[in-house]
């Protein structure tokens, strides 16, 4: 399953984890994978409900609210892509990968929202953390 993503076989991966969903609807991992590829292949609208439903487990619900955040990103409903951010960043205050990636996210939709003055200051913590961060550079390079 992950390996057809990983080699970027995107229609085939839909197919196969809709199979495995059809036996287990709940299963976490399988929704998150149908989700990830989903957005990935730009049905952002399909991709929201798996996502909730992997969401649902703690183990995946970091990966889960990242995917969901950048849904609501492409559908322009920021401010859903926002508290998707807020919910890592209230899960992981010492995890620095998640908390970045969950800041550029909250960044991301902040400057879709028409609200630069957030945005940077969330690419400020990034560059804080990692001055070498590229991303942060061009996001803050788009909100001034």
Do not use: C, H
């Amino acid at each position: 399953m992950k390996l057809k993503q990983e080699i970027g076989e995107w229609s085939e991966s839909v197919t196969l984890l809709q199979g495995i969903l059809e036996d287990a609807p709940d299963d976490p991992e399988a929704n998150l994978l149908l989700g990830l590829t989903q957005l990935r292949m730009g049905q952002a609208a399909l991709a929201i409900w798996p996502l909730e439903l992997a969401g649902r487990n703690p183990e995946y619900s970091d990966q889960a609210d990242l995917g969901l955040g950048g849904a609501y990103i492409q559908l322009d409903q920021y401010d859903a892509a926002v508290e998707a951010a807020d919910r890592v960043l209230a899960r992981n205050p010492d995890e620095p990968e998640l908390r970045a990636g969950a800041l550029r996210l909250r960044a991301s939709a902040n400057l879709g929202a028409k609200n630069p003055q957030a945005a940077i200051e969330d690419v400020q913590r990034i560059l804080a953390a990692d001055p070498s961060d590229t991303n942060a550079a061009v996001l803050l390079a788009q909100a001034q």
